[in-house]
């Protein structure tokens, strides 16, 4: 299972960016998939997870301004990010869980991470 991030950049404070992250290989099903940042110096941190049923969970410094969704026939989640705000820099990393057969054990998989940089 590989997962490929997509839509980071440079935005001025207040702006918003939209990430996505498509999986593809052999995949079976997909449980709950999320991103997670980290800034330089810092542990990387949950930002929002969101399940296969859509119930979502967010990091409290970004509620009311991230919204998480996925596309389940694209295989794809996306991270829409509003009213960005400097201490929101950093690298942003999707991740999934997914069996690959029916059999399978549920692995975790992360994409390679997308630069998110807030700065006038």
């Known amino acids: 299972v590989q997962l490929q991030a997509s839509g980071g950049g440079l935005v001025q404070p207040g702006g918003s960016l939209r990430l996505s992250c498509t999986a593809s290989?052999?995949?079976?099903?997909?449980?709950?998939m999320g991103w997670y940042r980290q800034a330089p110096g810092n542990q990387r941190e949950l930002v929002a997870t969101i399940t296969s049923g859509g119930i979502t969970n967010y990091v409290d410094s970004v509620k009311g301004r991230f919204t998480i969704t996925r596309d389940n026939a694209k295989k794809t989640q996306y991270l829409q990010m509003n009213s960005l705000k400097p201490e929101d820099t950093a690298v942003y990393y999707c991740?999934?869980?997914?069996?690959?057969?029916?059999?399978?054990?549920?692995?975790?998989?992360w994409g390679q991470g997308t630069q998110v940089t807030v700065s006038s």
């Open positions: 290989g052999t995949i079976f099903s997909i449980g709950a």
């Open positions: 991740n999934a869980v997914a069996r690959t057969t029916y059999s399978a054990s549920i692995q975790s998989y």
